[in-house]
């Protein structure tokens, strides 16, 4: 199998809490649901001493310096739009605008919920790709993904019909895409092998695991990839975070991407963390930008302990930031004497 070793170079951005939607296994980027009344969870929030409320980002001077900072201090190349559902950011297309002027690639992930015409007005403002999450074919399957358990399957079949525009708009304009899986569990084999099926000859397929049930879900990727006759091709590492992409051809012909938990952590900043290996499920997985309600800037580096979440202006100074950039480049030379490369190669 093929190996191929990259250095991060890149980093999130929560840029709205807004979404229509309500996943059982959503972490929500760390923070607090801004809306307490809604259905939606973080499922880290009860042991992650999270006090951030989130705000909705918009292009400003902390904005433009924050970037401007990581492009120098973190050597960023990549932002990824999260939320929430970024589509919902009535600001977004001046962010994506904002940021490819600054050189960087941008990318976003999305439930695809606003549709087609939402989507190309992201597009046209210079979105390099989109990882549309997939939750179900049916409202049925949607529903069972959902904490609104009160709403019928008709609002999910609405759902379902928007994001099939959004993705195939996306795919008609040309821009990367991929369609992202959470295998919960064993009940959720037979649905994504239905997922795999449907989207085989049109899009990148991505499986990954969900967070609030670790253990079951990579037990279930695993019988999963056995069920479908999967072997693997490649394996890319990114150096630098918790983060492995296996990449399986399985009995059709069809590639599909298993990413999985490479756990590594920082030495200095998770030095005495409370949580044990068994509860960091996610170890080291790169910086996230945060806006809170007042419209402050933060950049954290664990959403299990968002209490460590510093001002950007502040993190950029910090220990923290040299520590992040020594572990990239470290993590990076350990990889290729492990695998005896010689190549240099950037995500």
Do not use: W
């Not at 030495?267 to 007042?294: K, L, Q």
């Amino acid at each position: 199998m093929k190996t191929i070793v990259t250095i991060n170079n890149s980093i999130r951005a929560k840029i709205t809490d807004k979404c229509g939607l309500s996943c059982g296994f959503c972490h929500n980027e760390g923070t607090l649901v801004r809306r307490a009344d809604s259905n939606r969870v973080s499922i880290f929030s009860k042991k992650n001493h999270c006090m951030l409320y989130p705000g909705e980002m918009s292009v400003d001077d902390n904005f433009l310096s924050l970037f401007k900072q990581a492009k120098y201090r973190l050597d960023v190349e990549d932002v990824h739009l999260t939320g929430g559902e970024p589509s919902l950011n009535m600001h977004a297309e001046d962010i994506i605008a904002t940021l490819k002027g600054l050189g960087l690639t941008v990318k976003m992930a999305s439930n695809g919920e606003t549709g087609g015409d939402r989507i190309k007005d992201i597009i046209d403002a210079g979105i390099d790709g989109i990882n549309f999450s997939i939750l179900g074919l049916t409202g049925e399957d949607f529903l069972k993904t959902q904490n609104n358990y009160h709403l019928d399957k008709s609002f999910y079949e609405n759902k379902i019909r928007r994001m099939h525009e959004a993705i195939d708009l996306s795919i008609k304009e040309g821009i990367y895409v991929a369609a992202n899986m959470v295998v919960s569990d064993f009940l959720s084999i037979n649905k994504a092998i239905e997922l795999i099926n449907y989207y085989k000859n049109s899009l990148q397929i991505e499986i990954q695991p969900d967070l609030s049930n670790i253990k079951e879900s990579e037990s279930a990727i695993e019988e999963l990839l056995v069920r479908v006759g999967a072997t693997p091709i490649e394996r890319k590492i990114i150096a630098g975070v918790s983060d492995e992409r296996i990449t399986y051809e399985v009995k059709n012909g069809v590639k599909i991407v298993n990413k999985k938990i490479r756990r590594i952590i920082l030495d200095n900043a998770c030095s005495g963390c409370p949580y044990s290996e068994t509860d960091c499920v996610g170890g080291f997985s790169g910086p996230r930008v945060y806006i809170d309600a007042e419209n402050n800037y933060y950049i954290g580096f664990c959403i299990m302990r968002m209490e460590r979440t510093l001002p950007y202006d502040s993190f950029f100074s910090s220990q923290l930031c040299d520590e992040i950039l020594s572990l990239y480049y470290n993590d990076y030379n350990n990889l290729i004497g492990k695998f005896c490369l010689v190549s240099f190669s950037k995500q």
